[in-house]
C-alpha cells in the first residue's frame, strides 16, 4: 500500500495521475491519496506525476499506547528486507491530535528501533544523514494509531532536477502543474505568464507541451532499495523519453518587470533545454500587449507576504485589472492569490474560485473571461 502526498487543493488531479499510472483502489483525503499498486506502478508515478510531492510505501502499522509501543512496531519491522546497514537514514515523523508530549523524542525512538534491528541481524548499524539521506523513513502518527512508511521519491517530486536560479516567493512546481491543468490550457494554446518570476509556469507548460515525463532528469530513492528492478525502470524511463517532441516553440510567452527575474527564467529555461520552446522578454504587464488574440494567461502575483506593502497593491490591482480588460479581450486569465482583496480591487467578477494552497498560505485560484468592455455583473461560481 502507498500514500502520494500533494498541495491541498490538487488532490482530485493526483488520483487522476495515480489511475493514469496502474495505481487501485484509490482513496483521497485531504492533501493526498492512498493507493495499491505493484512496484512498476510506483515507478511510474514517481516518474510521470506532475501533482505528487512524494509518494510513500506503508511498512508498518498498528495501535498505540506509549511511545515504547512506537519503538516495537519500528523494531519489529523488517527494514533489512528494503536497505542494507551501509545505506544513510533520516527519519521524520508527523502528528495529528497525538497525545504523546513531544513528536522529538518519538523520531528519536523510531531511529534508536532502526539501528537496533540492525545492530540484532548484522551487528552493524545505519548512519543518520539528514540532508541526503539514502533512505528517508516517514512516520505518521495520529491519536492512537502509527503508520511507518518508506519514501520512494528521496527529493521532493516537485524538484525536477534542473532549475537552479531562483527569485522571491517561487511556486513549487507541482502546484504549478496543477493550475495549469485547472486551468484548460492545452498544448497549441498561447500561454503566457507576464510576472513569471524565475519562470516556474513556463518550465511547467514547455516540459507538457513537449510531452517530457516531468522525472525524466533526476534519480528516485526507490532505486537504492533492495527489491529494485532495474530491468522495469529502464523500460518505462526509455518509454517515456521517446515519447518526447523535439523541443521546438510552443506558444509559450514569459515576460517580468524585473531584469533578475527575466534571467534567472532564462537560466532556467536553458539548464532544462527548453529555451526554444518559450518567448520571454522584460515588460511591465500594465503596458504589455497580448501576444495572440485568444489564449491562457496565469500568474502569481504579488500580494500581503511576498513583496508589496498594501498600499502598494491597492494601487495596483486596480491597474491590473484596467489592464487585462484593456489588452486581454478573448483570454482566460488565472490568478493565485492569498489576498481575498484581490477581485475587488482589480473590479472584476471572477467566473471561478479554485481554493488552493500555495505552502501554507490559504489561497484562491481566480479565473478572469475577459471580453470587450467591463467584466463585472457576472456571477461567481464556487464562492468559497
Known sequence: MFFASCPRGLETLLLEDLAAAGAGDLRQTSGGVH???????CYRANLHSRIATRILCRVAHAPYVKEEDIYRLAFETSWPKWFVPEQTIRVDVNAVKSPLKSIDFVTLR???AICDRFRRDFGRRPSVD???????????????ECTLYLDTSGAPLYQRGFRQKTVEAPLRENLAAGILRLSGWQPGTALLDPMCGSGTFLLEAAQIALGRAPGSRREFA??????????????????????EKPVQNAAIFGS????V????ALANLDRAGLLPAVKLGSGDLLEIDAPAAHGVLVSNPPYGERVSSDDEL?????????????????????????????????????SKKTPLFNGALDCRLYEFRMVAGSNRGKPAADPS
Open 110 to 112: 523510531i531511529k534508536d
Open 222 to 243: 526507490f532505486q537504492g532499495l533492495r527489491n529494485f528492478d532495474p530491468l522495469a525502470w529502464k523500460g518505462l524511463l526509455d518509454t517515456a523519453q521517446a515519447a
Open 314 to 350: 491597492a494601487a495596483f490591482y486596480p491597474l491590473l485589472g484596467h489592464a487585462l480588460k484593456r489588452r486581454f479581450a478573448g483570454w482566460n486569465c488565472f490568478l493565485i492569490s492569498a489576498d481575498s482583496r484581490l477581485p475587488k480591487l482589480v473590479r472584476l467578477t471572477p
Open 256 to 259: 517580468d518587470i524585473s531584469p
Open 35 to 41: 493507493f495499491v499498486a505493484e512496484w512498476p506502478a
Open 130 to 144: 539528514t540532508r541526503q539521506p539514502d533512505v528517508r523513513i516517514q512516520g505518521f502518527i495520529s491519536s492512537d
Open 261 to 264: 527575474a527575466v534571467r534567472a
